[in-house]
C-alpha cells in the first residue's frame, strides 16, 4: 500500500505558477522514488489574498490555507533573490516567514516549508537548458551572440534577456516575412515542462530547494537515504 504525500505551493506570481509547478512535480515524484515504499505525490497551488501583507504575514495566510483546506504536509514557498546570491532574500524574508509560522498553533497551519529561492529570478531557472529555450522560441543564434554563454545565475536581469532574444527573433521572423507573436509569458509553462531536471541540478539554488525537500522528507520519515 502506498503513502500518500500532499504539498501545496506558493509564489510571488502567477508567471511564477506556470514554471514552476511542472519542475516542483517533477522534483518529488524523482525525489519520492529513493523513498521508502511507494509514494504517491500530489501538488496544490495556494493562492492568497496578498493585498496589504507583508512576506511574513503572506506566509502565515498560506501556511494557514495549506493546512486548514487541504491538510498539506509540505509548503514549497517561492521567492526570488532579485540579487546575486540568495542570503539576503533567507535572512530578510525565508528565515523570519518561517519562524514566524513556527510560533503558530501547529494545528492551525503547516510548519513544513521548503523554500524556493532562484539566484536573481525564476528566470534564471528558465534558462537552465539554453537550447531547449532557443528551441521552443525559435532561433539558431549563439549562446554568446544572445546573451546568455554565462552560468544562468550570473545573469543580471534574465528575464529582459530571455524577452531580447524574443524581440531578435521576431526581428528575423518578419525579414523572412513570417509572423511570430509569441511573448515570454507563452514560455514559463512549455519549459517548465521540458527542461530536464539534470540541467537544473547545475544550479546551486535548485540544489539548495532539492536538499530542503529532502531534509523535509527525512522528518516526516519517508526517505532514509
Same mark, same amino acid.
Given at each position: 500500500?502506498?503513502?500518500?504525500?500532499?504539498?501545496?505551493?506558493?509564489?510571488?506570481?502567477?508567471?511564477?505558477?506556470?514554471?514552476?509547478?511542472?519542475?516542483?512535480?517533477?522534483?518529488?515524484?524523482?525525489?519520492?522514488?529513493?523513498?521508502?515504499?511507494?509514494?504517491?505525490?500530489?501538488?496544490?497551488?495556494?493562492?492568497?489574498?496578498?493585498?496589504?501583507?507583508?512576506?511574513?504575514?503572506?506566509?502565515?495566510?498560506?501556511?494557514?490555507?495549506?493546512?486548514?483546506?487541504?491538510?498539506?504536509?509540505?509548503?514549497?514557498?517561492?521567492?526570488?533573490?532579485?540579487?546575486?546570491?540568495?542570503?539576503?532574500?533567507?535572512?530578510?524574508?525565508?528565515?523570519?516567514?518561517?519562524?514566524?509560522?513556527?510560533?503558530?498553533?501547529?494545528?492551525?497551519?503547516?510548519?513544513?516549508?521548503?523554500?524556493?529561492?532562484?539566484?536573481?529570478?525564476?528566470?534564471?531557472?528558465?534558462?537552465?537548458?539554453?537550447?531547449?529555450?532557443?528551441?521552443?522560441?525559435?532561433?539558431?543564434?549563439?549562446?554568446?551572440?544572445?546573451?546568455?554563454?554565462?552560468?544562468?545565475?550570473?545573469?543580471?536581469?534574465?528575464?529582459?534577456?530571455?524577452?531580447?532574444?524574443?524581440?531578435?527573433?521576431?526581428?528575423?521572423?518578419?525579414?523572412?516575412?513570417?509572423?511570430?507573436?509569441?511573448?515570454?509569458?507563452?514560455?514559463?509553462? &512549455?519549459?517548465?515542462?521540458?527542461?530536464? @531536471?539534470?540541467? /537544473?541540478? #547545475? !544550479?546551486?539554488? +535548485? &540544489?539548495?530547494?532539492?536538499?530542503?525537500? @529532502?531534509?523535509? /522528507?527525512? #522528518? !516526516?520519515?519517508? +526517505?532514509?537515504?
Amino acid at each position: 500500500m502506498s503513502n500518500f504525500l500532499l504539498t501545496g505551493l506558493f509564489t510571488e506570481g502567477t508567471t511564477d505558477i506556470r514554471f514552476l509547478e511542472s519542475v516542483v512535480k517533477t522534483t518529488l515524484e524523482n525525489v519520492a522514488f529513493d523513498c521508502s515504499g511507494d509514494i504517491e505525490t500530489e501538488l496544490q497551488i495556494i493562492k492568497i489574498e496578498k493585498a496589504g501583507l507583508s512576506f511574513n504575514e503572506q506566509v502565515l495566510k498560506a501556511a494557514q490555507k495549506s493546512k486548514n483546506d487541504f491538510g498539506v504536509l509540505i509548503l514549497f514557498v517561492h521567492t526570488d533573490s532579485d540579487n546575486t546570491d540568495d542570503l539576503d532574500a533567507f535572512r530578510n524574508r525565508i528565515i523570519p516567514a518561517k519562524e514566524f509560522v513556527n510560533q503558530q498553533d501547529e494545528n492551525e497551519v503547516c510548519k513544513k516549508i521548503v523554500a524556493i529561492v532562484p539566484v536573481q529570478m525564476t528566470e534564471s531557472w528558465m534558462l537552465a537548458d539554453k537550447e531547449l529555450l532557443k528551441h521552443e522560441i525559435g532561433i539558431e543564434m549563439s549562446d554568446f551572440d544572445l546573451g546568455i554563454h554565462k552560468q544562468p545565475e550570473e545573469i543580471a536581469n534574465p528575464k529582459a534577456v530571455i524577452e531580447n532574444i524574443i524581440r531578435i527573433s521576431k526581428e528575423s521572423q518578419v525579414k523572412k516575412k513570417r509572423k511570430n507573436g509569441m511573448v515570454i509569458a507563452d514560455l514559463y509553462q &512549455i519549459i517548465g515542462q521540458k527542461t530536464e @531536471i539534470s540541467k /537544473l541540478e #547545475e !544550479l546551486g539554488s +535548485y &540544489i539548495k530547494f532539492k536538499n530542503s525537500l @529532502i531534509d523535509q /522528507l527525512r #522528518e !516526516l520519515n519517508f +526517505y532514509h537515504k
